[in-house]
């Protein structure tokens, strides 16, 4: 048994999907950057701000790889997990990777809607300038995104995605 790695962007529903995944499988839950606040005694924007982002990058991976390769675990990661490091070879050699491609237009109207406070690097009060810098990220990071054993293109619910895991042999 190997983990399941959802891999995407800020906002793609990563901790939502991926906790009703678990649920579903009988797996654990596991939200990388909980681990790294757990772990650094900080939230991720205090990271960021005393650290700086290749410090929390570094912690990044370092919480990626402890965690165990042979275990029942649904992994929701940070959107820039897999373009770090060899992060994505990792998540590739130790667990089934799905990416959660959303369009960046829906995940601005998702942060502007929530205005959750936990992303450093989308701090954008204007919409377009969310939406540009979005499209901006999105399109650095979709090279490795692609890289995903699974590609999920749309907005999908944790039994369709389960569906989609059984044709892979998973659940």
Known sequence: MKPIFLLGMPSSGKSTLGRNLARL????FVDLDKRIET??????????????????????????????????LV??????VPCF?????????????????????????????TRKDDRPLYRKT?????????????EKRLPYYQQADIIVTGETTAEHLLETLRYFGVG
């Open 25 to 28: 499988l009988g797996y654990e």
């Open 75 to 80: 992994v929701s990661t940070g959107g820039g």
């Open 85 to 113: 490091f060899d992060n994505i070879a990792y998540i590739k050699t130790h667990g089934l990777s799905v990416f959660l491609d959303l369009p960046p237009s829906l995940l601005a109207q998702r942060m502007l809607h």
């Open 39 to 72: 772990r650094e005694g900080l939230t991720i924007s205090e990271l960021f701000a005393l650290r700086g982002e290749d410090y929390f990058r570094q912690a990044e991976s370092a919480v990626l790889k402890s965690l165990p390769v042979q275990a029942a």
């Open 126 to 138: 204007d919409p377009e300038e969310l939406l540009t810098t979005l499209e901006a990220t999105y």
